[in-house]
Nanobody
Framework: QVQLVESGGGLVQPGGSLRLSCAAS????????MGWFRQAPGKEREFVAA????????DYADSVKGRFTISRDNAKNTVSLQMSSLKPEDTAVYYC?????????????????WGQGTQVTVSS
């Protein structure tokens, strides 16, 4: 069982930066692939980024490549999402999630545990 709690969301101007964090409970955090997803009003949940157990491999949605960076600290049971050059279309609730598999890191159904989400609003 893994419990996930996101933090760091808020209101930011276009072009600004924000760092999201996700704290995980349990002693098996390093056994899980971690991902970030987002969901805007009226839209389906979409993949943002994922990172392997050891942090060696990362994957990103095309829409955030070059602007977002996912990282993890297994000693602290945390995964982070550094977001820069933010755009209004990045506005959404952001969720972190944990999976036992890296077979399809972009597929929500691959993830076993989800946080409650944190709101990110990009607006002037």
């Amino acid at each position: 069982q893994v419990q996930l709690v996101e933090s760091g969301g808020g209101l930011v101007q276009p072009g600004g930066s924000l760092r999201l964090s996700c704290a995980a409970s349990g002693r098996t955090f390093s056994m899980y692939v971690m991902g970030w997803f987002r969901q805007a009003p009226g839209k389906e949940r979409e993949f943002v980024a994922a990172i392997t157990w050891d942090g060696i491999r990362t994957d990103y949605a095309d829409s955030v490549k070059g602007r977002f960076t996912i990282s993890r600290d297994n000693a602290k049971n945390t995964v982070s999402l550094q977001m820069s050059s933010l755009k209004p279309e990045d506005t959404a609730v952001y969720y972190c999630a944990a999976s036992r598999s890296y077979h399809s890191p972009g597929a929500p159904h691959e993830y076993d545990y989800w946080g409650q989400g944190t709101q990110v609003t990009v607006s002037s």
